[in-house]
């Protein structure tokens, strides 16, 4: 039995290795396993869906709708995106003839296992009334609002995949389409085309869609490898030359614009954080912010000390005050930013409240009394959220509310 979809196609260890690097360079992926974001291991999922459903269609096999049902159980428990391309599935399924295997038991079994998989993540959504739903209708609010779906089909050649790889999985889809040769994998098309119209009929960012490019840039790989080994002699060579050469320039390109290796504050740095989003400008003086934190900590009288919290605005500003907070023996460390809510602001009420990532106006309306006390800086001068935005930091007292009131007020999602 064949060890993988390449030689399922046809396709020997040179077609694998050149579709590894071409998913290497994909930007979204580049820049994902950079910061370890969530999406870094939805491509995994992704990416197992669309194995075990090559597997299925070649072997016909109905047992691989178990490795399907696992994938996806997976990929919900990282990233409810997975559920657009589990849509995808069914509409493929359906104007297939994989709707044979509606008449399967492992399919129903498959689902089943996905189910399993992501109950702990249900349950804990039905305790806590769906507070996904609230956070994703709020971020995707936000998201339309900024202008970030604009952006989608573009960022479908320079963002999801690289724009050096555009022939690679273009010919992967017409193949997986069209081809005669690849018919019984037609359903693996129509995977693709769905995902792709339900982001974008929902107004989607544009790198939700990335996973989805992997199984489409394998097909291109081997089809290009397989063409080459046909023409044999010279022409092979110049074949394999050519494709490595636009491979190795993309992979060039990206690791340049997503790797956070250009120096800072020079015009290759500006161009790379405008592509990135400013978010490696977010990865610049979090420590730098916990000592003038720790500073104003320990400008505070003794006897506060014990009812004393710190407040912030973000999960980032949050996450990195945590992280550095033992070194510099800051105290409880709290935030109304998404899931941190829900760690509450400690058994006794705080008195005492250094706030970071607010505007002062917004601070005074929880505090009748907030002293400024600082000014966030780093010591790259580069210029970020903390230091461009909210950059006050203030000594806050005597509540407005009880705590018990005052903190259902502060949830926000970011």
């Known amino acids: ?3 993988s979809w390449h030689a399922i196609w046809g396709g020997k260890r040179n077609a694998q290795i050149l579709t590894a690097f071409a998913v290497f360079i994909v930007p979204l992926s580049l820049f994902g ?10 491509y995994l999922w992704w990416v197992l869906v669309a194995f075990f459903m090559v597997r299925l269609l070649a072997t016909d096999d109905p ?6 049902g696992a994938g996806i159980g997976l990929g919900m428990m990282t990233k409810y995106t997975m559920g657009f391309f589990v849509a995808a599935l069914v509409v493929a399924v359906l104007v297939t003839p994989a709707r044979k295997y509606l008449k399967s038991k492992w399919l129903y079994l498959g689902a089943a296992l996905a189910l399993l998989i992501f109950l702990p993540n249900l349950i804990w959504q039905y305790q806590h009334d769906f507070i996904a739903f609230d956070y994703l209708s709020a971020i995707h609010a936000r998201d339309v609002d900024w202008g970030r779906a604009d952006s989608f089909l573009p960022e479908q050649i320079y963002l999801t995949t690289n724009p050096l790889s555009l ?9 997986c389409l069209f081809s005669a040769s690849m018919k019984r994998f037609r359903t693996l098309g129509w995977m693709f085309l769905v995902t792709f119209v339900l982001f974008l009929l929902n107004k989607g960012r544009g790198y939700y869609t990335g996973p989805a490019y992997v199984m489409l840039l394998a097909a291109g790989c081997v089809s290009f490898i397989n063409w080459f080994e046909r023409l044999g002699g ?3 060579q110049i074949g394999y030359g050519l494709l490595w050469t636009t491979q190795a320039l993309g992979s060039l390109i990206g690791v340049i614009l997503m790797k956070p290796i250009a120096p800072i504050n020079t015009p290759l740095w500006d161009f790379a954080i405008g592509i990135t989003d400013d978010l490696f400008t977010e990865m610049v003086g979090w420590r730098d912010m916990t000592k003038q934190v720790a500073e104003i900590y320990q400008s505070i009288p003794e006897s506060e000390k014990p009812n004393t919290v710190i407040l912030a605005g973000n999960y ?6 945590d992280l550095y907070g033992d070194e510099y023996g800051l105290p409880r460390i709290i935030s109304g930013g998404n899931s941190y809510w829900y760690r509450g602001y400690g058994d006794t009420e705080p008195e ?3 706030v970071v990532g607010f505007e002062s106006d917004y601070a005074k309306r929880f505090f009748k009394s907030c002293q400024y006390s600082g000014t966030v800086k780093n010591s790259y001068n580069v210029k970020n959220e903390e230091t461009t935005w909210h950059t006050g930091l203030y000594v806050c007292r005597e509540p407005r509310q009880p705590w018990s009131v005052m903190w259902q007020e502060m949830q926000w999602f970011q």
Do not use: N, Q, S
């Open 33 to 42: 396993g950079t910061v370890i974001m969530y999406f870094a291991f939805d």
């Open 234 to 236: 010279k022409k092979r």
């Open 1 to 3: 039995m064949p060890r």
């Open 316 to 321: 980032g500003e949050a996450g990195a005050l």
């Open 352 to 354: 005492t409240v250094i």
């Open 167 to 175: 022939p690679l999985w273009t010919v992967g889809l017409g193949l």
């Open 63 to 68: 047992r691989y709708w178990l490795g399907i």
